[in-house]
């Protein structure tokens, strides 16, 4: 069955960066386009950033733009979103997504 499994959440302060790792099975990962979402106390769930199956397409909602990078290794099917000089307002749970499916989610928390 589909799997998608974050990691790499946790606590930091504003401007610093994280790495998050979605690891993907049950599907054949290198033709599916992968995206990230988050979803912040009371809010909906919002979409951060999408890459194509071949890497070489990325999409980013403006607020991250030129702070979150997102790239994947389809050798070992996994998608990351690099966050740098986080913000407060990036705290949320943050959610892979492929195929129709949504992982755990992985809780990234911003503050001094």
């Known amino acids: 069955q589909v799997q998608l499994v974050e990691s790499g959440g946790g606590l930091v302060q504003p401007g610093e960066s994280l790495r998050l790792s979605c690891a993907a099975s049950?599907?054949?990962?290198?033709?599916?386009?992968m995206s990230w979402y988050r979803q912040a106390p009371e809010k909906e769930r919002e979409f951060v950033a999408s890459?194509?199956?071949?890497?070489?397409?990325?999409n980013f909602r403006d607020s991250v733009e030129g702070r979150f990078s997102i790239s994947r290794d389809n050798s070992k099917n996994t998608v990351f979103l690099q966050m740098n000089n986080l913000k407060p307002e990036d705290a949320a749970v943050y959610y892979c997504?492929?195929?129709?499916?949504w992982g755990q989610g992985t809780q990234v928390t911003v503050s001094s």
């Open positions: 890459i194509s199956s071949s890497g070489g397409r990325t």
């Open positions: 997504a492929a195929y129709g499916m």
């Open positions: 049950g599907f054949t990962f290198s033709t599916h386009s």
